[in-house]
Nanobody
Framework: QVYLVESGGGSVQDGGSLRLSCVAS????????MAWFRQAPGKEREGVAA????????VYADSVKGRFTISQDSSRDRMSLILNSLKPDDTAMYYC???????????????????WGQGTQVTVSS
């Protein structure tokens, strides 16, 4: 089993930046894909960015392209999401997710991922 813990959320003003981190523990050798999702009050959870644990080209939601950057260290134990040029619409709880079963494609569908963290809150004020 893989356990995920997020950190780095906070409150910033419009145009500000944050760096979110996700630390994985347990059977991390099983991770194939890792991703960030977010959910705002009253809205569905949406995929933000995803990456292969072994490297490769990540995928991003159109709403964050050019502003957010996902990265993972070589140990597979830590993943980051750099959030630049934040907007009030980015306000949400941000979740780290991982896929630990074989197969699957790199995408932003929540059903692709089987391990989830508890989330870290990002609030952007205008």
């Amino acid at each position: 089993q893989v356990y995920l813990v997020e950190s780095g959320g906070g409150s910033v003003q419009d145009g500000g930046s944050l760096r979110l981190s996700c630390v994985a523990s347990g059977d991390t050798y099983k991770t194939r894909l890792m991703a960030w999702f977010r959910q705002a009050p009253g809205k569905e959870r949406e995929g933000v960015a995803a990456t292969y644990t072994g490297g490769g080209t990540p995928v991003y939601a159109d709403s964050v392209k050019g502003r957010f950057t996902i990265s993972q260290d070589s140990s597979r134990d830590r993943m980051s999401l750099i959030l630049n040029s934040l907007k009030p619409d980015d306000t949400a709880m941000y979740y780290c997710a991982a896929r630990t079963v074989r197969g699957g494609t790199l995408d932003l569908n929540s059903s692709t991922y089987d391990a989830w963290g508890q989330g870290t809150q990002v609030t952007v004020s205008s």
